[in-house]
């Protein structure tokens, strides 16, 4: 688990990726938990700031693209909820941290509201697992491979220019300096389908190069993959389909879903379980992680021969 000063050095060097996501998410939560405790419904704690319940419902679930006011916002729910003074100067310190600007900022043209949260989510995470049943995970992708897919068109059947396309694999470029930050980098565990090995991806020299990547970033002590053959049967991977669960140092994990026409994210501590033991189930048709290696080296050889 990692102190308050190793989250301020991640802060730091993420900047708006993990500081603002962050204290986004830590204001909605408390802001929440008060409105619980004073038994106050969020139809009325919005009528009395003056904003629409769609409103409260994005900050207390520290989604971006709400700009949250000192004064109308957190002094109004702070009186409404009659909380103390040390929880009104907390909300004060984590409202200016929302604030931060960072090197993800220049993206936000080719990023969704929903999907900017996720960055901000995974640039604070200590923990990551995953199931990828079709695609290598964007943390994992070369350029190469990210490029193939990006230039598809996207949930909004809009064909994408070079420009468009050239930024979009930066993006990802950029995130996965989580995996080798200097401070705490983030632990991944990632299952794949035999499918995500074998779909030629960009041809068979990108999918060659994708998967030698995919060996030798197991290189880090951090990062896990590994495969359920064809040959493993049924699991339940084939009902969940692509899932990510992300754990945080002082917040309740999170489950996402990737989805054509838009992310899904479930925070109910029942919703996220049912992701952990379905990770678990697939995690027992795998592959430990040596044969996994071995196994895509092999797939490796037959991609290029």
């Known amino acids: 688990m990692r102190n308050r000063s190793s989250l301020d050095a991640a802060a730091a060097e993420n900047g708006e990726s ?20 004073a038994g106050v419904t969020q139809e009325d704690a919005a009528a009395f700031i003056e904003r629409h319940v769609t409103t409260l419902y994005k900050i207390e679930n520290g989604l971006p693209g709400v700009k949250l006011r000192p004064k109308g916002d957190i002094d109004g729910l702070v009186e409404l909820y009659a909380a103390d003074e040390a929880t009104h100067r907390r909300l004060t310190e984590l409202l200016a941290l929302t604030r931060l600007k960072g090197p993800f900022t220049r993206y936000r043209d080719v990023v969704s509201p929903e999907f900017d949260l996720y960055l901000g989510l995974e640039g604070s995470a200590t923990e990551l697992v995953s199931y990828e049943p079709d695609l290598v995970p964007g943390l994992l992708q070369t350029e190469a491979y990210a490029s193939a897919i990006t230039s598809l068109p996207g949930g909004d059947g809009r064909s994408r220019p ?8 930066a993006l990802r470029r950029s995130r996965q300096s989580v995996l080798t930050r200097a401070t705490d980098p983030l632990r991944l565990d990632v299952v794949l389908s035999e499918t995500v090995l074998r779909r030629p991806v960009g041809g068979p020299r990108v999918l060659a190069d994708q998967l030698a990547h995919i060996v030798a970033m197991t290189e880090l002590p951090t990062v896990s993959v590994r495969v359920v053959r064809f040959a493993a049967g049924l699991h339940l991977g084939y009902t969940t389909g692509q899932f990510i669960v992300l754990r945080f140092p002082e917040d309740q994990p999170i489950a996402y879903c990737d989805g054509f026409l838009g992310d899904n994210y479930f925070n109910k501590p029942q919703e996220v379980a ?25 797939i490796t050889k037959e991609t290029t021969t």
Do not use: C, M
């Open 18 to 37: 993990v500081g603002a996501a962050w204290a986004r998410r830590k204001v909605g939560n408390l802001l929440r938990e008060l409105r619980e405790q």
């Open 162 to 169: 070079p420009t468009e396309v050239a930024k979009r694999v």
């Open 274 to 298: 049912r992701y952990d033991e379905a990770f678990a189930d697939i995690s027992k048709h795998a592959l430990n992680a040596a044969d996994s290696r071995e196994f895509i080296g092999q």
